[in-house]
């Protein structure tokens, strides 16, 4: 499998704050990135397709302004989470697609809590 | 109805026994199926892909898709303590490469 390193692996931040999360290809090049949000004992619901060198495309109900997504290398998508709030709180998680492949392959995961 | 349906669990089976796992999905021009394991507070990790109708076998893991029913299962033979964990259906997205997932069946292998 593909190696996808995602930091950090939990952050606590003050209400208001903003918080960015890494997310990297270790071992290949992925043009395609995606940004997962999992709440506890839900599934993971897909937030935004981070595509190398353009703009995010965001899922049905994701504020772009709130959830800056930025894919300026081929191994390296950042999400920031901008003036969180604590139901921000969740488990953020990402992956990458292996060329034309179309397994996922995740990072460890974010667990982030806004108090 | 939701894209991608499990059943939560929880499923319980004694060690060593065969645990099966079922997912329908409601697109039915899908093409790519995927079951991933995750256990609590990790993300998930792949454990078999499956694109043709039929069984696909991975050492003690067996996918099993039916394109004509939108049924794709997961079969665990010898299951073991360590399998415990929340199984996750996966189905790509007709438009795009991203993924649709189920809510994951919680399973248990009890010693």
């Known amino acids: 499998g593909a190696v996808v390193s995602q930091h950090p692996s939990r952050v606590i931040c003050k209400s208001g704050t903003s918080v960015k999360i890494e997310c990297r290809s270790l071992?290949?090049?992925?043009?395609?990135m995606f940004w997962y949000r999992q709440f506890p004992k839900q599934s993971l619901m897909l937030m935004a397709t981070?595509?190398?060198?353009?703009?995010?495309?965001?899922e049905q109900g994701v504020e772009k302004d709130k959830f800056l997504i930025n894919h300026a290398s081929l191994t390296l998508s950042t999400l920031t989470v901008t003036s969180a709030h604590p139901e921000d709180s969740s488990f953020y998680i990402c992956?990458?697609?292996?060329?034309?492949?179309?397994?996922?392959?995740f990072g460890q995961g974010t667990r982030l809590t806004v108090v | 109805q939701k894209e991608v349906e499990q059943n939560s669990g929880p499923l319980s089976v004694p060690e060593g026994a065969i645990a099966s796992l079922n997912c329908t999905y409601s697109d039915r021009v899908s093409q790519s199926f995927f079951w991933y394991r995750q256990y609590s507070g990790k993300s998930p990790e792949l454990i078999m892909s499956i694109y043709s109708n039929g069984d696909k076998e991975d050492g003690r893991f067996t996918a099993q898709l039916n394109k004509a029913s939108q049924y794709v299962s997961l079969l665990i033979r010898d299951s073991q303590p360590s399998d415990s964990a929340t199984y996750l259906c996966a189905v790509k997205k007709n438009s795009g490469y991203a993924l649709n997932f189920g809510k994951g069946t919680s399973l248990l292998v009890t010693p």
């Open positions: 992956s990458a697609r292996k060329g034309a492949d179309t397994e996922a392959f």
């Open positions: 981070s595509n190398e060198g353009s703009k995010a495309t965001y």
């Open positions: 071992d290949f090049q992925a043009t395609t």
